[in-house]
């Protein structure tokens, strides 16, 4: 949409562990004007519709003129529909430090950590470290 002080801050990827095959894209975190996202790559089932809604937090009106010109734009002349009644949220609370863990320069640490983070309901940054060591997480 053209957000200035943007860029792609990282990529992870599959590894042997799975879900998807090895060097798949799974995650890119992007900053859109300073502001951090992450995008997950957890395929086919998980589609990304108006249903996802990313919020773009402006002080005036000024700042959200361009934002939507860029966005009518991007949409060749059409106009944006801007989002009505409740919108549905998928949340992820990832610790400080899962990214690098997962993506461990070293494939067989990174394909262990992965496989333990395929098991948890909640992730424990502590477990994911034990098994990229090759330590027993329980």
Do not use: H
């Amino acid at each position: 949409m053209g957000f200035d002080n943007s860029r792609i801050v990282g990529v992870t990827r599959y590894n042997e562990a799975g879900p998807r095959p090895a060097g798949m894209v799974m995650t890119v975190e992007v900053e859109l004007d300073g502001q951090r996202f992450v995008g997950i790559n957890g395929g086919p089932e998980f589609t990304f519709d108006e249903a996802v809604s990313f919020p773009i937090t402006c002080d005036t009106q000024d700042e959200i003129e361009p934002l939507l010109a860029a966005a009518v734009r991007r949409r060749r002349g059409r106009p944006v529909r801007l989002a009505e009644g409740p919108l549905r949220v998928s949340w992820q609370v990832v610790p400080t430090g899962v990214a690098e863990v997962l993506d461990d320069s070293d494939p067989e640490r990174a394909r262990r950590a992965m496989a333990a983070m395929l098991g948890m309901r909640k992730i424990d940054l502590a477990v994911l470290q034990r098994a990229a060591d090759g330590l027993p997480t329980t």
